[in-house]
């Protein structure tokens, strides 16, 4: 379906509300973004060490004022067809009976961690037990923001009428019920990936978490309908009264769907905030043992993913610690500082003249156990901070590459194309390490704004556009620059990979396990 009636609605607004960001993002039907209105996420705050909150209001005021900046810029709100959610995953909103917070949000970063709960029946002790995992069943009870508050803010809790995540609650506020996605749940809540619906009543998650049934939001399947914008919304945002609130899917997912990944031989690389590699199958599999696949925006899909968290957040890190000339220089010249970090990576050859990161700056399951941390080794007195960013760069790519390895032994898939997304695929210099490190060709697009895309895609289905999500992804996701690999630093990389990188973790393990002691 290639045109609509004259006088119909044209726009699909696409709401990306990430880590560092909150975007809305306008859309017409082929996939080109009429307009945007970005506004940065600053007033996190960290009322203990290693703790993350946001006021759970200011969430919502960014939101309206994201929407209002695309009415100043000319976008007339009676074009908008329908309304998508896209959100960081597993940050954490207690409401009570009135829908009124009960403390701050709890973001996904957050490194709080909760005592082990002891309510696990024997039979499942033992039995997890037996099959050597019940690390990862401890670790999540002890991610489970519910069982924090369940010892430290019990009162919290035992008020909390609505455990929702942050797609769940923005979601609410738009359109005045309880519902989410079925796409938008991944974080420490009873959720059965392969079935995508919350836990039976008999599955062990409800004695791991401190999280009751009457808590959760009811679920609705990717693409269906949420609910319509209220007046309260509508005052807010400016968005027409009764305009349809489309089930998206979480950032990532959306991330892959706004690239085109939708064969499982082509892998969505998001060089974000949390650095990912992704693909689409229509079957359920645990690329890590006992880690579920997750939702696809892609109805009736899952992803199977490896993360590196923390991923491209560290050039935020790099630049605050190290990056006092480029952020002069960008302030002068009006461009972002992440710009000229592009001249660091121009000065230095692959391989960073010997140095070599490993960026598991967190434990990562799967990867590590609880003594994860991360590592660079091979310093010498000429080494200069552009050698550690190139370190740091070819670090999160080595890191992207593993996961790429694993992904193709669990499933026995190989991965042939890379798509890239994310802010950290803007970069011409990061885009090429990426292809070289995994010697493959890697595309990337013009607009860099993937998960806006993917949401859109999902609500350009859903009011007939289209007839499929897919075919709404075929027609929108427009046309990629495609960057080939330079065979010599790919010969250089693989040597590294396979003769430093991939032995650094099992050499350090033991020295790490004895600097938690």
Partial sequence: MNGSPIGEPSLILAIDFGTQSVRSLAYDRGGRCRAKHQLLISNYQHPESGWT???????????????????????????????VVTTQRATVINLDELGQPLRPAIIWTDQRRAPLRGRLPWLWRMLFTLLRIRPIVENLEAETEANWLERHQPEVLAQTAHFLLLSGYLNYRLTGVFKDSVGSQVGYVP??????????DSDWKWHSMAIKRYM?????????TLGVVTAD??????????????AGGADKAC???GVGALEPGVASVSCGTTATINTTRPQYVEVVPFMPAYPAALPNHFNT??????????????LEQFGDAERRQAAERGVPAETLLDELLVRTEPGADGLVL???????????GP????????????????????ALIEGLAFALRAGKARIERRTKTPITRIRLSGGGAQSDQVSQIMADVLNLPVERYDDCEASGRGAAMVGAAAVGWYTSVEGACLAMVGEAERIEPNQQAAECYSHIYKQTYSQLYPTLKSIFSRMEL
């Avoid at 400016?238 to 305009?243: A, F, H, I, K």
Wanted: proline share 4%; charged share 20%; with cysteine.
């Fill in 53 to 83: 909150e946001h006021d759970v209001d200011g969430f919502w005021t960014l939101l309206s004022q994201s929407c209002q900046g695309l009415w100043v810029q000319g976008v007339d709100p009676a074009e908008i067809a329908a309304v």
């Fill in 191 to 200: 959720f059965d990936f392969k079935k995508q619906d919350w836990c039976a």
């Fill in 216 to 224: 959760l939001p009811a679920l609705v399947a990717v693409g269906d």
């Fill in 233 to 246: 919304a509508a005052k807010s945002t400016g968005l027409p009264e009764g305009v349809r609130v489309i």
């Fill in 255 to 257: 991330e892959v769907l």
């Fill in 305 to 318: 993913e490896i993360q590196v968290f923390r991923g491209f957040w560290m050039v935020s890190w790099f």
């Fill in 358 to 368: 490993q960026p598991f700056w967190n434990p990562v399951l799967g990867e590590t």
């Fill in 371 to 390: 003594e994860g941390r991360g590592s660079i080794i091979g310093f010498k007195d000429f080494h200069t901070r552009a050698h550690v960013y190139r």
